[in-house]
């Protein structure tokens, strides 16, 4: 059985939601756009995600790409199907590699899914700095799990 939805209805009730979220508030998480299989978003460094070396700490550079590929996914049938059984969406590796120091400005991130199947997807991910220059990058392998609503 297959569910019919409104793909802008739902985009508009994850951006709420991203808006609303207290951790993405936390660390200052800022979805600019995203549809199945690609999202684009950023983190403005502030003070408190700076490391001791006062350069936006790695641990916010991973989540941002980690969060951007998570909302690659939130759109896609694959994805909404897991939803639909109440099954589960998890990260079994996520891969960061650091180019260059930001020590001002924004990091911002371009996630896309290149391979999605019907229970493993991977993710790539850029991120940028303000003035155009590839800060990190990142990959990461998702599992996705049919719930018992499926079987």
Known sequence: MTTQR?????????????QDFP???????ELIDF???WCKAKIELR??????NGVMHG???ATLIDAAITQCMLTTDEYQQIRDTRGSMTSVDLRIKYLRPL?????????EIPH???R????SAVVKNDAGKVIATGDSIIMLTLGNAGK
């Open 35 to 37: 549809g199945p299989k």
């Open 47 to 52: 003070d408190d995600l700076r490391n001791a």
């Open 6 to 18: 409104d793909p802008e209805k739902l985009k508009r009730k994850l951006f709420e939601f991203a």
């Open 116 to 118: 999605l199947g019907r």
């Open 23 to 29: 951790f993405f508030k936390l660390i200052g998480f």
């Open 120 to 123: 493993i997807g991977h993710a």
């Open 59 to 61: 641990g916010a550079i």
């Open 103 to 111: 020590g001002e400005g924004s990091a911002t991130c371009e996630a």
